[in-house]
């Protein structure tokens, strides 16, 4: 078995073309927390031509709606949401340089594509084991639109922060590759 594969935040094109889907990393750095809602915004922000409230190029967003911190933590059960949701949105972001999207789900083929096509991946994190990956993350900011809740955008700093590679920016899919590896004939 290998080592995970260590990034660190922002992210490099020249880190990201190594990477296959299927390969496990551990992240350390700044992600953001962005959900339905918070996309939403951001597209109408780009919509109005103005700035996103946090530097796209090289970022990573985790789709995730954190629960309250707990007294002595610094954030609560961080567990992925599905990615689907953000499909509509993802291409744009990911085309103005947002490099890394960490959730749970496979992604539509719009999505994949602007992976390939602007050198992006999609992280797979743990599903179900949000209290457990939490402990991974050191240091939460509140960054725009606290109004949203959970679904509000949050500066998170990560420290070895565990992943899959699930799409890689040379159309490799984690979801496409197993189902035809354990395919019966």
């Avoid at 949701?85 to 972001?93: E, K």
Wanted: hydrophobic residues 40%.
């Amino acid at each position: 078995m290998t080592e995970p594969i260590r990034l660190k935040t922002p992210l490099e094109t020249a880190e990201l073309v190594k990477l296959r889907a299927g390969d496990e990393v551990l992240l350390s750095g700044e992600v953001y927390t962005a959900r339905d809602a918070a996309h939403r915004r951001m597209i109408e922000c780009l919509d109005r031509g103005e700035p996103l409230p946090f530097e796209i190029k090289g970022a990573v967003i985790y789709y995730v709606g954190p629960a309250p911190a707990p007294p002595g933590k610094v954030i609560g059960s961080a567990g992925p949401t599905t990615s689907g949701r953000m499909d509509a949105y993802a291409p744009r972001l990911i085309a103005l340089g947002l490099k890394g999207m960490i959730g749970k789900g496979n992604r539509a083929a719009e999505v994949v594509a602007a992976c390939r096509k602007h050198q992006a991946v999609y992280f797979g994190a743990i599903g179900g084991a949000g209290a457990l990956i939490s402990r991974q993350i050191t240091a939460a900011e509140m960054v725009a639109w606290e109004d949203l809740g959970p679904e509000a955008v949050r500066r998170l700093t990560v420290k070895d922060f565990p992943l899959v590679v699930v799409n890689d920016c040379h159309g490799g899919d984690l979801y496409t590759q197993a189902r035809k590896q354990y395919q019966r004939l």
